[in-house]
């Protein structure tokens, strides 16, 4: 995906086959189908505790949003959809003007947009502090700056966007608590006051709509997986995706 896929799509798909023995897992399908890709060892081995202190706090209401940023919106969106609870996962960019709110725009990556992903939740079914746990734990690598995988660039950055004050308080105790559980710093960044912008549709509902395409099994697909293991209380099989015109 992106400038770094595009230009290095033989790259990536050598890096499969390659890496297949490593990377992979092959798990047996419904009718003994396709291979199901495994998380990779590092991801397996990152447990991030229960929120605790403001970051347990639940919202009021019947519906509350935030905008993560982590990485291609690919992967964030398709895991958000599999999240009980989330009612609208919508990928698009956040942090720049509206002139530069468009791909073509942004992949400079010179804009102060990063790709990011808008969710809107019930808080009766899944709190704010569950969607930080999601979001740390198999959504993206926060100790990556201005990085994700094999993307690289400011679009590319860890971020959270919310102009609520105390999903804001929550997220600076939960990074706080969590710090202690990476080899490296948290380096995800706070923001407010910006305009979401949803992207192209055909970045909408990719990892639903494209789930054997090379990118999405080798980087993506694992995280949805993670998501199943790790947090099966909160995982649906169906994913919430965006109505498309």
């Given at each position: 995906?992106?400038?770094?896929?595009?230009?290095?799509?033989?790259a990536?798909?050598?890096?499969?086959?390659?890496?297949?023995?490593?990377?992979?897992?092959?798990f047996?399908?419904?009718?003994?189908?396709?291979?199901?890709?495994?998380?990779?060892?590092?991801?397996?081995?990152?447990?991030?505790?229960?929120?605790?202190?403001?970051?347990?706090?639940?919202?009021?209401?019947?519906?509350?949003?935030?905008?993560?940023?982590?990485?291609?919106?690919?992967?964030?969106?398709?895991?958000?959809?599999?999240v009980?609870?989330?009612?609208?996962?919508?990928?698009?960019?956040?942090?720049?003007?509206?002139?530069?709110?468009?791909?073509?725009?942004?992949?400079?990556?010179?804009?102060?947009?990063?790709?990011?992903?808008?969710v809107?939740?019930d808080?009766?079914?899944?709190?704010?502090?569950q969607?930080l746990?999601?979001?740390?734990?198999?959504?993206?690598?926060?100790?990556?700056?201005?990085?994700?995988?094999?993307?690289?660039?400011?679009?590319?950055?860890?971020?959270?966007?919310?102009?609520?004050?105390?999903?804001?308080?929550?997220?600076?105790?939960?990074?706080?608590?969590?710090g202690?559980?990476?080899?490296?710093?948290?380096?995800?960044?706070?923001?407010?006051?910006?305009?979401?912008?949803?992207?192209?549709?055909?970045?909408?509902?990719?990892?639903?709509?494209?789930p054997?395409?090379?990118?999405?099994?080798?980087?993506?697909?694992?995280?949805?997986?993670?998501?199943?293991?790790?947090?099966?209380?909160?995982?649906?099989?169906?994913?919430?995706?965006?109505?498309?015109?």
């Open positions: 995906m992106k400038m770094s896929f595009e230009q290095g799509i033989a990536a798909a050598a890096a499969l086959v390659v890496g297949a023995l490593v990377a992979f897992t092959v047996a399908g419904p009718g003994g189908g396709a291979a199901a890709p495994r998380a990779m060892a590092s991801e397996e081995g990152r447990v991030l505790p229960i929120p605790g202190g403001e970051a347990a706090y639940k919202d009021a209401g019947t519906q509350a949003s935030v905008v993560f940023a982590g990485g291609c919106f690919w992967g964030v969106q398709g895991v958000f959809q599999h009980k609870g989330v009612s609208n996962a919508v990928s698009g960019y956040i942090g720049g003007d509206a002139s530069t709110a468009r791909y073509e725009k942004i992949a400079s990556g010179t804009t102060g947009h990063a790709e990011a992903v808008r809107d939740y808080p009766r079914q899944v709190s704010y502090g969607l746990q999601v979001f740390f734990s198999v959504a993206h690598d926060p100790t990556q700056l201005n990085r994700q995988g094999p993307d690289r660039g400011s679009q590319y950055r860890s971020a959270i966007f919310s102009d609520d004050a105390r999903q804001q308080a929550a997220t600076r105790a939960y990074i706080a608590q969590i202690g559980a990476f080899d490296a710093p948290v380096v995800t960044e706070l923001g407010q006051g910006k305009r979401f912008f949803p992207a192209e549709g055909y970045h909408q509902n990719y990892m639903a709509r494209h054997q395409a090379a990118y999405i099994r080798y980087y993506d697909a694992p995280k949805l997986l993670a998501l199943q293991q790790r947090f099966p209380q909160l995982y649906r099989r169906e994913p919430v995706l965006v109505p498309m015109k």
